[in-house]
């Protein structure tokens, strides 16, 4: 694979711009509104779309930006304060952002140097563990590797609210379960405007968080058949 490598000089072409590596200026990853953590993000994944941002959020513009692993989207200019990298191979991330930025009320133009790390994205899918729609409307279910079906460790958690859709055995749309979240669909308090019956199709797709790097994937939609 190969690696595409910014020369120094490129970051140089003009004599105002200063290169620094302090924590106060750079380009961080943010957290989706439902995080549990606080922080620096660190990670990203491979082959996919990481969106950067400049730590002086809504007045710093990235000029240009560059990375020694994969491909830096570059931002209109002048103009923004985000941009997409997609490493190629898991390791090391360098991000050189050449930005405009406000310090001390004056307006400067500097590079600077954030470090990441790329790792690859599972494939996930989920499981039935137990199916008594019928009996106690309860459906639980587990999160599994795609191809080696094996339930993942406590190092992923469903991470967003989902409400799965029913249809019944001539794929018509029946209705929806309540809201869930985790894995575990009750609607055992819930007084459903349809019975479901045997043979309907359960619907959904959830985001899985890796709780060790807090990067969201989404798992496979699932289509449970009721039995």
């Known amino acids: ?33 439902n995080s549990p953590f606080t922080g620096p993000k660190k990670y990203m994944w491979v082959d996919m779309k990481n969106i950067v941002t400049s730590t002086q959020v809504g007045v710093g513009k990235l000029l240009k930006v560059y990375t020694n692993n994969g491909r830096a989207d570059q931002p209109a200019y002048y103009t923004a304060d985000q941009c997409a990298i997609t490493p190629l191979v898991e390791g090391d991330v360098t991000v050189m952002a050449v930005q405009r930025v406000l310090v001390g009320g004056i307006w400067d133009t500097v590079t600077t140097v954030s470090s990441f790390t790329a790792i ?5 899918r989920l499981m039935v563990l137990e199916d008594s729609l019928r009996e106690a409307c309860k459906l639980e279910f587990f999160l599994a590797d795609k191809y080696k079906f094996r339930p993942l460790d406590n190092s992923y958690a469903v991470a967003n609210t989902f409400e799965p ?10 209705g929806k ?11 055992s308090v819930t007084n459903l405007p349809f019975k479901i019956e045997k043979g309907y ?12 790097t807090d990067l969201l994937v989404p798992a496979d939609e699932w289509v449970h058949i009721v039995e």
């Open 201 to 212: 199709r359960i619907v959904f797709q959830v985001m899985v968080r890796d709780m060790q």
């Open 1 to 33: 694979m190969i690696r595409f490598v910014v020369p120094i000089i490129l970051l140089l072409i003009s004599t105002n711009v200063a290169i620094t590596q302090t924590d106060s200026i750079g380009v961080f990853l943010q957290r989706d509104e």
């Open 177 to 187: 379960l309540p809201k869930s979240r985790g894995t575990v669909i009750d609607c």
């Open 165 to 174: 859709l029913v249809f019944d055995k001539d794929n018509e749309l029946v």
């Open 120 to 124: 690859e994205q599972p494939e996930i």
